[in-house]
C-alpha cells in the first residue's frame, strides 16, 4: 500500500509569503536609505557632548576654555580666537572640532558665529571672560542646547 504524501507550499501561501515581504521592504528600505534624521540627531548629541567636555575641561584646568560656534563647525579652544584648539581625547593629535553633515545647520544665537567659555568653576564666560547673566540657547534642527547662566549646566530641549 502507497501513502501519498506531498509536500511543499501552496500558491496562496507563497503570494501571501510575496505580499507581506513586499510591504515590509516598501516601509523599511526608505528608512534605510534617509539617514538625515539619524545623523541630525547624532551631531545634536556629539555637540552637547563637546560643549559639556569644554565645561570639564575648565574645571579640570581650573582656567577658562572656550568654545567657537559656526554655522557648520564647534571648536573647543584654550583662547577665544581659537589659535590654540584644545586635543581631541579620542584621536591622537588631532583637534576637538567637530564638523556637521551637510544637510546639518547650526544655529547660534545673534548670527553666524558665537564665542563663549567656561570659567574654571564652569560658570560660562562671554569672549571677554565675564561670567554671563543670561543663557546661551544654541539650535540645531529643531533641538536646543541651552547653557544655564550661573551654573553652567548643559542639557537640551525639543523645540
Known amino acids: 500500500m502507497r501513502v501519498n504524501q506531498n509536500s511543499g507550499f501552496t500558491l496562496v501561501e507563497v503570494v501571501a ?10 516601509v523599511a528600505v526608505p528608512r534605510f536609505l534617509d539617514r538625515g534624521a539619524e545623523d541630525a540627531r547624532g551631531f545634536f548629541d556629539q555637540a552637547q557632548s563637546v560643549i559639556r567636555y569644554a565645561q570639564k575641561k575648565a574645571i579640570a584646568r581650573r582656567g577658562t576654555i572656550f568654545v567657537y560656534i559656526t554655522g557648520n563647525t564647534i571648536s573647543v579652544c584654550f583662547d577665544n580666537r581659537c589659535a590654540n584648539p584644545v586635543p581631541d581625547p579620542s584621536a591622537v593629535g588631532g583637534s576637538l572640532i567637530i564638523t556637521a553633515p551637510s544637510d546639518v545647520m547650526i544655529a547660534p544665537p545673534g548670527g553666524i558665529s558665537l564665542v563663549f567659555g567656561f570659567n574654571g568653576l564652569g560658570s ?15 539650535g540645531i534642527m529643531g533641538r536646543a542646547i541651552i547653557i544655564e547662566p550661573e551654573t553652567g549646566y548643559v542639557h537640551s530641549r525639543v523645540n
Open 124 to 138: 560660562p564666560v562671554n569672549a571677554s571672560s565675564v561670567v554671563l547673566v543670561a543663557g546661551i540657547t544654541v
Open 17 to 26: 509569503v510575496i505580499v507581506i515581504l513586499g510591504t515590509l521592504a516598501s
